[in-house]
């Protein structure tokens, strides 16, 4: 169970990360 939900909340984070990377891109192109 811990195994598990060890590997949710990464894949969670991944997909955080992802994300704020694209906004953070978005950011960027736009103030250029």
């Known amino acids: 169970m811990t195994v ?3 590997y949710l ?3 969670l984070m ?3 990360s992802v994300k704020i990377r694209e906004e953070v891109n978005a950011s960027i ?3 250029s």
Request: net charge neutral; proline share 0%; glycine share 0%.
């Open 4 to 6: 598990i939900s060890c």
């Open 9 to 11: 909340c990464e894949f």
């Open 14 to 16: 991944e997909h955080r």
């Open 29 to 31: 192109t736009h103030k």
